[in-house]
């Protein structure tokens, strides 16, 4: 493998980990700067997490634009020198308000991943550049289970320990970059700042030309927000169900992340196999809403870590979606969905977060009316009933999903 192309996938990978690496520290990390309860820290975690996808999902498209104008060069080395930078001051942090700010920088240098994408398509040849954006898809899957098992075993040495971490990696790779990364944007191909580009919302506008998908991208966005329930809370949950620490944290999230990536790279063409787009679909929520029963009534943390795995068997349902839906449209709109389900998936990245971890809170501060760490998975069972509800309403002949 090319140096380049290596240093570009090791920049994807290092986004990916961006949220796993410091999520299984963030519950002690939150108490000690605020001095609040873990019900209080779920609140900001929520905060902080939200920010987080709200800079990449509106930085995305920028930087990918200013890396068609000023070239992938600068735009990637700079964002991992302040992704760096940024990590240190985390890791120095006193305050929350120092941590939100971390956290709004460190959304926007994590945006990078489409710049990133596009270095990898200038520099591969044509016969390659699937087999290349396959590897992207790797090291992202990569990052996000690898990012909980480093964090949570260098959260052993401390809650600061993952951040430096995160801006040792970043800085060695901005030097990798520097070395080996040439400019891949030339005069030829150097296109100006397009503020049309910059519109986060802009894929949605393709819906208007296809029949019958909305339905579709409205079932994938509650599926999206009901499964993130897993970052939004599980580090809190966690905690305050079990009293598990920062190690057994980033393992139960490793194994989910593992079992996921199982489940969507083997599993599923059996599953499709025997029951179809439309069976897998519906299996799949079903599935998710009995998991989701049965965690939040699980009270022994060697059960949770059993039923992870298998909880992770709903992750079959977004799949299948997308394969119904690129059905309904044309070849010459197969990437305009694509952008359509990135920015439903971005969406519901925003606004899971402070909804999971506010009724977390609801549920477990100080003199609350009925204690039930788990309400946050009965939360979204209600929002999968929805996507049932959405999925099976009465709808003409060419609206049809399924």
């Known amino acids: 493998m090319r140096l380049p192309i290596l240093f570009l996938l090791l920049t994807v990978m290092i986004d990916s980990m961006g949220i796993g690496l410091i999520l299984p520290v963030m519950p002690e990390l939150i108490e000690e700067v605020t001095g609040g309860t873990l019900a ?27 890396s068609d104008r000023f070239g992938r060069r600068p735009i990637l080395l700079t964002a991992l020198g302040v992704m760096a930078i940024d990590y240190v001051i985390m890791a120095l942090a006193g305050s929350i308000w120092l941590l939100l700010i971390g956290r709004i920088v460190a959304g926007i240098t994590a945006a990078t991943q489409t710049a990133a994408s596009a270095a990898i398509a200038d520099l591969s040849d044509p016969k390659k550049k699937a087999q290349n954006f396959g590897l992207v898809g790797a090291a ?33 790779n901005m030097v990798l970059g520097y070395f080996v990364l040439p400019e891949t944007v030339t005069d030829a191909i150097r296109r100006p700042i397009e503020r049309s580009r910059l519109n986060p919302l802009g894929a949605f506008k393709a819906l208007n030309r296809m029949d019958g998908v909305a339905r579709g991208i409205a079932v994938f966005f509650l599926l999206q927000t009901a499964f993130h329930v897993y970052p939004s809370i599980w580090s809190y949950f966690g905690t305050e169900r079990f009293g598990w620490d920062a190690g057994l944290i980033g393992l139960s999230l490793t194994i989910f992340g593992l079992s996921v990536a ?20 519906i299996y799949g929520l079903t599935f998710n809403m009995i998991a989701f029963l049965a ?82 998975f009965i939360a979204s069972i209600v929002i999968l009933l929805a996507a049932f509800a959405v999925l099976f309403w009465p709808q003409r002949r060419e609206q049809t999903i399924i």
């Open 40 to 66: 209080q820290a779920a609140l900001w975690g929520g905060l902080l997490s939200t920010v987080f996808a709200l800079m990449q999902f509106l930085f995305g498209p920028m930087l990918g634009s200013l």
């Open 295 to 376: 965690i939040s009534f699980v009270t022994s943390g060697h059960i949770a870590l059993i039923l992870t795995p298998l909880a992770a068997m709903g992750a079959v349902t977004s799949p299948a979606i997308q394969g119904m839906l690129s059905q309904r449209v044309g070849d010459n709109e197969q990437g305009a969905l694509q952008g359509v389900f990135l920015s439903a998936a971005a969406l519901a990245a925003i606004a899971s977060p402070p909804l999971m971890t506010t009724i977390f809170f609801g549920f477990t501060h100080e003199g609350a009316a009925l204690y039930f760490p788990g309400a946050p």
């Open 140 to 172: 992202i899957g990569l990052g996000f289970v690898l990012g909980p098992l480093l964090g949570g075993f260098l959260g052993g040495f401390g809650t600061r320990a993952p951040f430096i971490a995160a801006a040792v990696l970043a800085g060695m």
């Open 262 to 281: 199982i489940v969507q790279a083997v599993l599923i063409r059996y599953i499709l196999k025997y029951l179809g787009e439309r069976g897998t679909v």
